[in-house]
């Protein structure tokens, strides 16, 4: 079975500079779906970024970047320019790229912080 | 474009009473997901529907929880009777069901609490 940690319960960042949360995985597929969560006190889960374990080049979205390392089995989030609105739970999340089953397995996620 | 709609928002029951979610997902979407995030945790997959029927219930205790999603569309999620572990967010979750990098989308959930 997968399994995803992230080993950063909470994590803060002064307003307007950058943050990596952290995220390792393990599995033994070769084909499979890498996803970062926001939830914000909403409650309501937000995706951030998503990576193709097939690709090579790290997804980009506007301030969100990751970082995968494929053979390390690491896959980082790095928010630039940091907002007051980012402050939230992020969640590592991944997916099998085979079989009928869609499910995510998430990590036990990062409280994140932004201070003004 | 309207989101997943849970209801109700919030819940608080005595052990050992019933109590059922409902959740109306996106139009359209074809696989439907229930999430139960404990406090602290991540979210943990329940039960996954295509259209009506079940791909994934393994990790539903079946003894107590129970789930059903009448002509592929709206879905309740059932626990009879309540345990105090059962204290928990219940997210449900749509896709279109048709490829594995999808998106997800989630409902705001219903945060439940056994006293």
């Known amino acids: 079975a997968q399994t995803v940690t992230q080993s950063q319960p909470e994590m803060s960042v002064q307003e307007a500079e950058t943050v990596t949360l952290s995220c390792t995985y393990d599995?033994?597929?070769?084909?499979?779906?890498l996803f970062w969560y926001k939830q914000p006190p909403s409650r309501q889960m937000i995706l951030v970024i998503r990576?193709?374990?097939?690709?090579?080049q790290n997804a980009t979205e506007n301030r969100f970047s990751v970082n995968f390392q494929k053979a390390a089995k690491s896959f980082s989030l790095k928010i630039s320019d940091s907002q007051l609105g980012d402050a939230a739970m992020y969640f590592c999340?991944?997916?099998?790229?085979?079989?009928?089953?869609?499910?995510?397995?998430f990590g036990s996620g990062t409280q994140l912080t932004v201070l003004p | 474009e309207a989101g997943v709609a849970q209801s109700p928002r919030y819940k608080i029951i005595e052990k050992r009473q019933s109590v059922a979610f409902w959740c109306n997902p996106i139009s359209g979407h074809a696989t439907l997901y229930w999430y139960q995030q404990i406090l602290g945790q991540g979210p943990k997959l329940l039960i996954q529907f295509q259209n009506n029927g079940v791909v994934d219930d393994s990790q539903l205790p079946k003894d107590r929880f129970s789930a059903e999603r009448l002509k592929g569309v709206d879905s309740t999620l059932k626990i009879q009777p309540a345990k105090l572990e059962d204290s928990a967010v219940y997210l449900c979750?749509?896709?279109?069901?048709?490829?594995?990098?999808?998106?997800?989308?989630f409902g705001s959930g219903t945060q439940l609490s056994v006293l």
């Open positions: 599995t033994s597929e070769s084909d499979y779906y």
């Open positions: 979750a749509s896709s279109l069901g048709g490829t594995t990098n999808e998106k997800l989308f």
């Open positions: 999340a991944y997916r099998s790229g085979s079989g009928s089953a869609r499910q995510l397995t």
């Open positions: 990576q193709e374990a097939y690709k090579q």
